[in-house]
C-alpha cells in the first residue's frame, strides 16, 4: 500500500531526520540536488548515505544504494526494514517527496528478496510524506532470482 502523510508518522520522526541530516553530506556539484537516505535495520541500528557524484555523471550513486549497499555490506546478518529519502535543493528540502530512481528500486527488490521481508520506503517532502509499504508497490512484475530458474 502507498499512503501519503501531511505529518510524518512518529513512528518513522527519527529515520527521516537523520535522511535529511544526511543530505549535508551529500556531494553533487554537478547537480546541486542533494539527496540523504536513513535505512533503518532489524537490530534498531540505522545506516546512512548521501548521493556521491562523479563528473563522468554516469558513475555518480545515489543517496539509497550508499546507505543500502554500506548496511548489508557491514551487517549482513540484520535485515533492512525501512528506508527514508529526503532530497534538498535551491536552499530548502523539496516540498514534493521524491522516489527512488529505477535502479535503487532494483536494488531494494533484490534486498527483499534476499533478506525475504518487506521494506518500508519513507520518502519525505517538507509538504508531504509518502510511505510505500514494500518495493512492490512501487516496482511491479519485478525481474528477480525466480526470473533466472
Ligand atoms: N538521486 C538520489 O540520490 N536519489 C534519488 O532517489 C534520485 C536521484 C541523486 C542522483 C544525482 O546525484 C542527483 O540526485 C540528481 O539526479
Known amino acids: 500500500m502507498i499512503t501519503e502523510y501531511t505529518t510524518i508518522p512518529t513512528d518513522f520522526a527519527t529515520l527521516?531526520?537523520?535522511?535529511?541530516?544526511?543530505?549535508?553530506?551529500?556531494?553533487?556539484?554537478?547537480?546541486n540536488f542533494r539527496v540523504g537516505?536513513?535505512?533503518l535495520m532489524s537490530d534498531g541500528s540505522v545506516a546512512t548515505g548521501a548521493n556521491q557524484e562523479n563528473a563522468a555523471y554516469g558513475d555518480s550513486i545515489c543517496?539509497?544504494?550508499v546507505a543500502l549497499l554500506f548496511a548489508t555490506a557491514n551487517h549482513p546478518e540484520l535485515k533492512p526494514?525501512?528506508?527514508a529519502i529526503a532530497?534538498?535543493?535551491?536552499?530548502k528540502f523539496t516540498e514534493d517527496y521524491i522516489s527512488p530512481c529505477?535502479?535503487?528500486?532494483?536494488?531494494?527488490?533484490?534486498?527483499?528478496?534476499?533478506?525475504?521481508?518487506?521494506?518500508?520506503?519513507?520518502?519525505?517532502?517538507?509538504?508531504?510524506?509518502c510511505i510505500a509499504d514494500t518495493i512492490k508497490d512501487l516496482l511491479p512484475l519485478t525481474f528477480g532470482e525466480n526470473s533466472l530458474k
Open 37 to 39: 537516505a536513513a535505512v
Open 87 to 91: 532530497a534538498y535543493s535551491n536552499g
Open 102 to 129: 529505477g535502479s535503487c528500486r532494483q536494488v531494494i527488490s533484490e534486498m527483499e528478496n534476499r533478506f525475504d521481508c518487506s521494506i518500508k520506503i519513507i520518502m519525505y517532502g517538507s509538504s508531504k510524506t
Open 16 to 31: 527521516v531526520d537523520k535522511a535529511k541530516e544526511m543530505t549535508r553530506n551529500s556531494y553533487a556539484p554537478y547537480s
Open 81 to 83: 526494514v525501512a528506508i
Open 63 to 65: 543517496a539509497e544504494r
